[in-house]
């Protein structure tokens, strides 16, 4: 086998970038199982309630793609690569039982058939492998879709919550501002000057 087949058959379907995922996710769930704590200690508190759900749907997001990459990578890159080695194998194999037909270096081209024919197996097997694990992984994001969607509702309900719970507040605080604001009572207008005038105009009639 060339060495790139090796290292396709060796190499694990992760990958780095899943690698890397994994590292921000495991970070992630450290984050949100303190905020669950946080969260569970103030009796449900919506400030913390409301992180706690939004980091819970950051989890889901990230567990969703790094499984749906897990299953684009064998759908586009590792099947396909298999296929090719399972067909330069095949190819290899009628290529050395046509020169053993010309009775040179036969023992040498029967190793060659029985190497190739174990590197079919090989890929035969590995082939089985792949399409377990990605057979799991599917049935795993439809799962993690589902409950993303859950995790997703959830937030939105707290976040809603949260948003209700703040304008009954503030709106409470504004009517506690407003009451608080005491107008003086209005002065009894007397009419003073104009009945000042009219005792003097009566004074003025009678003299």
Same mark, same amino acid.
């Given at each position: 086998?060339?060495?790139?087949?090796?290292?396709?058959?060796?190499?694990?379907?992760?990958?780095?970038?899943?690698?890397?995922?994994? @590292?921000?996710?495991?970070?992630?769930?450290?984050?949100?199982?303190?905020?669950?704590?946080?969260?569970?200690?103030?009796?449900?508190?919506?400030?913390?309630?409301?992180?706690?759900?939004?980091?819970?749907?950051?989890?889901?997001?990230?567990?969703?793609?790094?499984?749906?990459?897990?299953?684009?990578?064998?759908?586009?890159?590792?099947?396909?690569?298999?296929?090719?080695?399972?067909?330069?194998?095949?190819?290899?194999?009628?290529?050395?039982?046509?020169?053993?037909?010309?009775?040179?270096? @036969?023992?040498?081209?029967?190793?060659?058939?029985?190497?190739?024919?174990?590197?079919?197996?090989?890929?035969?097997?590995?082939?089985?492998?792949?399409? #377990?694990?990605?057979?799991?992984?599917?049935?795993?994001?439809?799962?993690?879709?589902?409950?993303?969607?859950?995790?997703?509702?959830?937030?939105?309900?707290?976040?809603?919550?949260?948003?209700?719970?703040?304008?009954?507040?503030?709106?409470?605080?504004?009517?506690?501002?407003?009451? #608080?604001?005491?107008?003086?009572? @209005?002065?009894?207008?007397?009419?003073?000057?104009?009945?000042?005038?009219?005792?003097?105009?009566?004074?003025?009639?009678?003299?």
């Amino acid at each position: 086998m060339s060495t790139e087949q090796i290292d396709v058959l060796m190499s694990s379907v992760v990958g780095d970038d899943i690698l890397k995922m994994s @590292v921000v996710f495991n970070a992630i769930k450290d984050v949100t199982l303190k905020l669950e704590e946080l969260t569970n200690q103030s009796g449900e508190s919506l400030e913390h309630a409301k992180k706690y759900y939004g980091m819970v749907v950051v989890l889901y997001k990230l567990m969703d793609r790094m499984q749906t990459h897990f299953i684009a990578e064998i759908d586009n890159n590792y099947l396909p690569k298999l296929q090719g080695f399972k067909e330069t194998a095949q190819s290899n194999i009628k290529e050395s039982k046509k020169l053993m037909s010309k009775r040179v270096n @036969v023992k040498t081209l029967k190793s060659n058939v029985e190497s190739n024919e174990l590197t079919l197996k090989v890929i035969a097997l590995y082939k089985r492998v792949l399409m #377990s694990q990605r057979d799991k992984v599917f049935k795993a994001n439809d799962m993690t879709k589902k409950e993303m969607a859950v995790a997703d509702n959830t937030y939105k309900t707290v976040s809603l919550s949260s948003a209700v719970s703040g304008l009954i507040s503030d709106g409470a605080n504004n009517f506690g501002k407003l009451i #608080s604001l005491q107008i003086p009572d @209005v002065r009894e207008f007397q009419n003073q000057k104009i009945k000042e005038e009219f005792k003097l105009l009566s004074q003025k009639l009678e003299g």
